[in-house]
């Protein structure tokens, strides 16, 4: 067992006020945050602890949602999309309201369907400059964009690359109904290679940034 402080011992896990949902280190949960309009945070716990009055504390690594990074939400971003931050903080476990589950970015695209507990990560983020590893990540289609996996995607029968139906001047409806699907330049037999195969998702201008504090 983790050394803790003198009065304070390690708890192994945590009951949610006024549900039967019990939490332990290692899970995701959702946290409240001061501002009612706002989306509850989203936090790994890390630690559980209570002190000599049995009042519960825990250790959580905050996951940021695309709008709280430095470079804000960007295109290429899914709607349930969360950074996994080096900004660590410690909270009373009143202010926990669920659990969540945070999915790796492969195991998100195989979900049939995505609850509102469902978010997933493919990017670790760092508070104070704004930057991500990895800094790079594949793209596809015309736009050569990373792939967001709210959007419907065609894969061409000749290159194997997907597209976007909207740049490809298609609807979506025309898409799903589409048996097989060649890109502009199979069909036209154009094999000129694409200029980028990745794309840098850190800002370009390094800022110093202190991480933000999250008021309860």
């Given at each position: ?16 006020k006024g549900t039967h949902k019990v939490v332990r280190p ?143 001047g298609m609807t979506i409806e025309e898409a799903k109904k ?39």
């Amino acid at each position: 067992m983790a050394k803790t402080k003198p009065g304070k011992k390690d708890l192994d896990s945590y009951t949610i006020k006024g549900t039967h949902k019990v939490v332990r280190p290692g899970d995701c949960v959702l946290m409240r945050p001061s501002d009612s309009d706002k989306p509850p945070y989203v936090a790994r716990v890390e630690k559980i602890e209570a002190d000599h009055r049995n009042n519960v504390k825990v250790r959580v690594r905050w996951y940021y949602r695309p709008e709280e990074s430095i470079g804000g939400r960007r295109q290429f971003h899914g709607a349930k999309e969360l950074f996994l931050s080096d900004h660590y903080d410690v909270q009373s476990a009143h202010t926990i309201e669920g659990k969540c589950i945070v999915h790796s970015f492969k195991n998100y695209t195989k979900l049939e369907n995505v609850g509102t507990e469902d978010y997933f990560c493919r990017f670790e983020y760092k508070a104070s400059t704004g930057g991500f590893t990895p800094d790079r990540v594949a793209v596809y289609c015309k736009c050569e964009m990373p792939y967001n996996p709210d959007d419907l995607m065609v894969q061409c029968e000749g290159c194997k690359d997907w597209f976007h139906p909207s740049c490809m001047g298609m609807t979506i409806e025309e898409a799903k109904k589409l048996d097989q699907f060649m890109c502009s330049d199979c069909s036209s037999d154009d094999d000129a290679k694409r200029s980028l195969n990745s794309f840098p998702v850190s800002p370009s201008v390094e800022a110093k940034v202190e991480p933000k504090r999250r008021k309860r």
